[in-house]
């Protein structure tokens, strides 16, 4: 009887492998974002950096095992899933124009939870008390990371018109984990993510058209290009692969549970580029996130 479980249990531990690899990459693109901001639309960057990961995937994908007929059978898959990353992103860059970064990295930290809500409204997972109680733990260590220990910091908290408008953006990266399981039919996550970042640069253009024109891209400083190249090649092209090769593999709560690690890895890479180190409280949320992400392991 042990036999038949083998093949499921490896399948759950390579997806955990990949979203571990997929919440370090995701925060390195947090810390070069931060240092190529003042000098770059967002959203230009973005849709340069969905362009640039769906040439990365798309050769990926032709040198391996090709696109079959039946990959775009229904395009509008593709479509949605794209659109919802596009919105995101969008909603995102709007949300931060009005407010901050701790603000809107709070607001993140809910995406496990909407998750947990979309896979039983989706595919009819279920949330176990033991899993409830990781994603709490994870929400409350990630907070406190996020807030660098600060207590007066967590509790002056408020929600402005920007969080908000950043909260719906949450809801459609939340609904995408799911919707990836539900919408795919045996496609590869390689060809899968190559559909969905096509799309998704569609749209992003259409929005980001007027900012792209408007750039003038040899003027820009090299830390823009360095940032460009890290996110359209490790934190787009490497985290979208990752990304649908662990939905298909892994409940929508468990993968967006490793958002939580973000703010961890980001403190690491903050480190790494001498921009100073946190105080020796935001240890406690670090051990809470890894606590958390033990308890989403042990079955």
């Given at each position: 009887?042990?036999?038949?479980?083998?093949?499921?249990?490896?399948?759950?531990?390579?997806?955990?492998?990949?979203?571990?690899?997929?919440?370090?990459?995701?925060?390195?693109?947090?810390?070069?974002?931060?240092?190529?901001?003042?000098?770059?639309?967002p959203a230009a960057l973005t849709t340069l950096r969905f362009v640039i990961a769906s040439v990365i995937v798309g050769t990926a994908a032709l040198t391996t095992n090709g696109f079959s007929r039946c990959a775009f059978a229904a395009p509008w898959r593709y479509l949605i899933l794209g659109g919802l990353l596009a919105i995101y992103f969008v909603l995102m860059f709007e949300g931060l124009k009005t407010a901050a970064p701790v603000s809107t990295a709070a607001v993140f930290t809910l995406t496990p939870l909407?998750?947990?809500?979309?896979?039983?409204?989706?595919?009819?997972?279920?949330?176990?008390?033991?899993?409830?109680?990781?994603?709490?733990?994870?929400?409350?260590?990630?907070?406190?990371?996020?807030?660098?220990?600060?207590?007066?910091?967590?509790?002056?908290?408020?929600?402005?018109?920007?969080?908000?408008?950043?909260?719906?953006?949450?809801?459609?990266?939340?609904?995408?984990?799911?919707?990836?399981?539900?919408l795919n039919r045996g496609e590869s996550a390689v060809v899968f993510s190559f559909g969905t970042m096509v799309a998704g640069t569609l749209v992003l253009a259409l929005w980001a058209w007027p900012a792209l024109c408007a750039t003038n891209w040899a003027a820009m400083p090299p830390i823009v290009w360095i940032t460009l190249a890290y996110v359209s090649v490790a934190a787009s092209a490497a985290t979208f692969v990752l990304l649908q090769y662990a939905s298909l593999r892994l409940p929508s709560a468990k993968v967006m549970a490793y958002t939580y690690l973000t703010p961890s890895w980001v403190i690491l890479w903050e480190i790494a580029l001498g921009r100073g180190v946190p105080p020796v409280g935001v240890l406690a949320g670090i051990a809470m996130t890894i606590l958390a992400l033990y308890l989403l392991l042990e079955e």
């Open positions: 009887m042990p036999r038949p479980l083998a093949a499921p249990r490896q399948a759950s531990l390579h997806g955990h492998l990949a979203m571990l690899a997929f919440s370090a990459l995701v925060a390195g693109s947090f810390s070069l974002g931060a240092m190529a901001a003042p000098y770059v639309d909407l998750a947990a809500g979309f896979g039983w409204i989706l595919l009819r997972q279920r949330t176990t008390p033991r899993m409830a109680l990781a994603l709490t733990i994870g929400a409350a260590g990630a907070a406190w990371v996020i807030f660098r220990a600060d207590w007066q910091a967590l509790m002056g908290f408020h929600i402005g018109g920007g969080e908000m408008i950043y909260f719906w953006g949450c809801v459609c990266h939340a609904v995408y984990a799911p919707m990836v399981r539900k």
